[in-house]
């Protein structure tokens, strides 16, 4: 039977070999004689049914200490690979693989002289640039000027213009009434000319009545055409004289037209002059238009001046960036060189991979078994080459990997807390870490416990009959299991297991084993 509140010894990862006791030696001997009673009875004749002898173990309570006792790789936590900043060529390369180097030291030169080139191409280049786009602009203001000027000399000759247009238009009009005076003054002198035969002939006849009248001759009827005469004499008369008034002077009406055409002559050879003073302005005007820019083209001149300045900015900072060349940022170990002097790097590249020397740690592999019992900042002692080292865990993994064996493990890291010029990355280390103690507990052999596809599981014997358990289990020594859930304290659980034992089946229990054990715990005692 086993001890309750027995500590148990430390636990590597992979699931323990159980040690071989005296009991147990003594178990497979007595069952090697149960054997060969069977057999001895089988060819002497005996009937009776075989049933198979188990080892059992009672489920009991007591304490569990466990430890993981397993090893791993030593690594940096900390790791940068240095690509290359610019695209030039690799100058020197002062370190070499797993050399230590103190931060600030140089990992790597350039060769600048290409470099140099290319910046005193870039700079001549922003230059001209700004030369080009300084002249047109310059150009382009001088012409808004050019063209602000002709657009005011433009508006002033054209009011100009317009005045004399509305002088000359005047003196046409002055012109074509005297010409319409003129035109009138023939046809009234035409009209008087008409008038005054007419009154001529009134005139005849009224002297020719007025001689009969004289005479004593006159007839009535004539008394009354010579006073009608009269009348149309007079009336004529007043014809004539109002026509006469009338009229204009030929005289001033012919000296106001030459001075009307003198005038015309003179306004219009004015008019010829600032038209002509009109179709310069306007020519300038057009001019100056044309060699103003445009806004698209004043922005286009912007982002060329600025495209020019960002690659020649750019080219100094390459130029600089490759004078510095690549530095260490940490006390580290170089693990990777991955380029030659005298190489071209473009930017990107990776160059030189370095690991500090003041973050390391021991990558372990563990199972499942032993997961749930760890957790961050727990503590650990690492053992390489005779010296011992503090730690504790700093990472465990989300994600399980598959090991050469096919296994299922996490990856857990232990910081080391003082790393040393000893430790050698790449090489093992041991590692041991307190995975803590479970008190009052139930506890099996490690032995009992099996695994299937649904779990983990027991056999149990009930009244003879083997029954399979499933059960949770918890912390494990090397040679004991805790059982959270799924059996319970005194049930009796089979230690050896193999092929022929079967759920259902009959067995009888060694009842040697429980003897024996209590010797070995009393001779231990």
Known sequence: MFRKNQSSTGLTEQKPKRKIKKWKIAAIVIAAVVVLRIIAGIFLGGGEEYIPMVDTAEVTEGNITSSLDTSGTIASELTRVYASPVNAQIGEIPVVLGQSVRKGEYLLTYDTASLQKSYDIAELQAKAENAASSDTLEKSSESAGELAQSAGEISTLQGQIDALNGEIAALQAQATGNELAGNKNAAVNEEITGLSAELEGIVSQIAALEGKQEQGS????????????????????????????????????????????????????????LQGRLAEAEAKNSAAEAGILSEAAKANISYTRQASKLTLEQSAEDLSKAKAGVTADFDGIVTEVSVASGTAAAEGTPLITLASADDMCVEVLVSKYNLENLKTDQEAVISFQ???????????????????????????????????????LGLDAKVMINLGTAENVLIVPISAVNSDTNGDFVYVVEEGVVVKKYVTTGMASTEEMEIKSGIQQGEKV????????????????????????VLTTETAE
């Open 386 to 424: 005779d010296k011992e080292y503090k730690g504790k865990i700093s990472y465990i993994s989300k994600i399980a990997q598959a090991t050469e064996s096919g296994s299922s493990m996490v990856m857990v890291k232990i910081h080391i807390d003082t790393p040393d010029d000893a430790l050698i």
């Open 218 to 273: 006159l007839s009535e009827s004539e008394k009354t055409t010579l006073s009608k005469l009269k009348k149309e004499q007079k009336s004529k008369e007043k014809s004539i004289e109002k026509k006469k008034k009338s009229l204009k002077k030929s005289v001033d009406l012919a000296n106001s037209q030459t001075t009307i055409q003198a005038q015309l002559t003179q306004k219009n050879s004015e008019l010829a002059e």
């Open 494 to 517: 089979i230690t050896t297991v193999d092929s022929s034992i079967m759920e259902g089946m009959a067995v009888t229990e060694n009842i040697q084993q429980d003897a024996e054990a």
